[in-house]
């Protein structure tokens, strides 16, 4: 028979939920690094499966540094821009391409404050302007158009190179009856 006074100790130190840390003694919590899918590497063809852009197949380049992967379709081939995503929302198909050249240059642009909005000056606040039906439109910043046109260039080299890749790249993936993905070869 088990007494109700006795007392069991557990070390909250090493008590670690699903992404993050939690230390009793400071009661701070601090994320983990992602680790990035194994067959996940630069210059593979993934499929998107969730948001704007579902059922596309677009280019992988690298891991951001909030754990998010960079992709790009390129832009003027399948109209996918530069985007990040969550790596649970892609299939990694074993179709790739030669991009590590690029990736060093690319590495000191893009970072995950790129994809941030400008915050626009706080002006007064008053009806007028919260009926307001014309808002006004946001820019692409000159920097991210001008990283895009020049990664399309580049990337556009590479998958000439591989026969029918850009005709693979403009296709939507999608699923029919009878087709099991569990038992398909991406």
């Known amino acids: 028979m088990v007494s109700k006074n006795k007392e069991v100790k557990v070390d909250l130190d090493s008590i670690k939920l699903e992404r993050f840390t939690f230390s009793a003694k400071k009661k701070i919590i601090t994320p983990e690094k992602i680790i990035l899918k194994k067959n996940l590497q630069a210059?593979?063809?993934?499929?998107?499966?969730?948001?704007?852009?579902?059922?596309?197949?677009?280019v992988f380049l690298k891991q951001c540094s909030s754990g998010l992967i960079l992709c790009?379709?390129?832009?003027?081939?399948?109209g996918?821009?530069?985007?990040?995503?969550?790596?649970?929302?892609?299939?990694?198909?074993?179709?790739s391409?030669?991009?590590?050249?690029?990736?060093?240059?690319?590495?000191d642009k893009v970072n995950d404050s790129l994809f941030f909005a400008q915050?626009?000056?706080?002006?007064?606040?008053?009806?007028?302007?919260?009926?307001e039906k014309k808002k006004p439109k946001r820019e692409l910043s000159?920097?991210?158009?001008?990283?895009?046109?020049?990664?399309?260039?580049?990337?556009?080299?590479?998958?000439?190179?591989?026969?029918?890749?850009?005709?693979?790249?403009?296709?939507?993936?999608?699923?029919?009856?009878?087709?099991?993905p569990h038992l398909m070869k991406f």
């Open 119 to 131: 915050k626009e000056e706080d002006e007064v606040k008053s009806e007028e302007k919260f009926f």
């Open 43 to 58: 210059g593979k063809i993934v499929i998107v499966l969730c948001g704007k852009f579902r059922g596309k197949r677009v």
């Open 80 to 95: 996918v821009p530069l985007i990040r995503l969550n790596q649970k929302h892609v299939i990694v198909t074993s179709t």
């Open 142 to 180: 000159k920097e991210y158009v001008e990283i895009q046109k020049d990664l399309d260039a580049k990337l556009l080299v590479e998958i000439e190179k591989v026969k029918y890749l850009k005709e693979y790249l403009k296709e939507y993936f999608s699923l029919r009856t009878n087709m099991r």
């Open 72 to 78: 790009t379709g390129p832009y003027c081939v399948n």
């Open 97 to 107: 391409i030669n991009v590590e050249q690029y990736l060093e240059a690319l590495s």
